[in-house]
């Protein structure tokens, strides 16, 4: 058993405090750094579409909620619980409608999601299993749209990770748009096609 870990910060004005365990605690980082991003480029999330894939604790569905979006946060069963008390507990009831968890395993629960319904995609550390790749690029691609972008923030750790990017420009166009040195966090833009948006 490992104890549960507290962690904070602030966005938009709202604390946030998540509880989480170690093994979700190193994903993080990834995370915060997408949400800093989000916040300091100014991107207009108001009513928009959002779906978040491989949530673990919350932290980045819930930061989406509170700067204005409709927000779908998902991960596999066995994390639903946690995941949806660290949103009960962080946004506030006027705000909770507009955030809604639910189960998505890659390439498996595809049918109970529209395809192409989302205006953005987002993952923080979600490329670190090899054996997921081939489901989580279906998954994005059940899901986007040809207006739909998809943002991921990961760490390059591993030769396996450069594959994984080398799969996703086989199937989108993708750039990366930030680096964020003092925690070494990638994030990728990518867009079906040869679209290049602004947000």
């Known amino acids: 058993f490992l104890p549960p870990v507290m962690f904070g910060d602030s966005w938009s004005s709202y604390h946030i405090q998540v509880v989480t365990s170690v093994?979700?605690?190193f994903s993080l980082l990834p995370a915060v750094v997408l949400c800093a991003y989000l916040e300091m480029e100014g991107i207009d999330l108001k009513d928009r579409?959002?779906?978040?894939?491989?949530?673990g604790t919350g932290l980045l569905g819930i930061v989406v909620t509170l700067l204005g979006a409709h927000v779908t946060i998902t991960d596999?069963?066995?994390a639903l619980e946690f995941l949806e008390s660290n949103v009960q507990a962080n946004l506030p009831p006027e705000l909770r409608p507009r955030a809604v968890v639910k189960e998505l395993t890659w390439g498996k629960d595809l049918d109970n999601f529209t395809p192409g319904a989302f205006d953005f995609i987002l993952g923080a550390d979600i490329v670190y299993l090899e054996e997921t790749f081939a489901e989580l690029l279906q998954t994005l691609e059940h899901l986007c749209s040809e207006r739909t972008v998809i943002l991921l923030s990961c760490r390059i750790r591993y030769e396996r990770d450069l594959k994984f990017l080398k799969m996703l420009r086989e199937r989108f166009s993708v750039s990366e748009v930030h680096y964020d040195s003092s925690k070494d966090?990638?994030?990728y833009k990518a867009q079906r096609g040869s679209?290049?948006?602004d947000f």
């Open 185 to 187: 966090v990638h994030i």
């Open 195 to 197: 679209r290049r948006d």
């Open 76 to 78: 596999r069963a066995a």
């Open 23 to 25: 093994v979700f605690f």
């Open 49 to 55: 579409s959002v779906i978040e894939l491989g949530a």
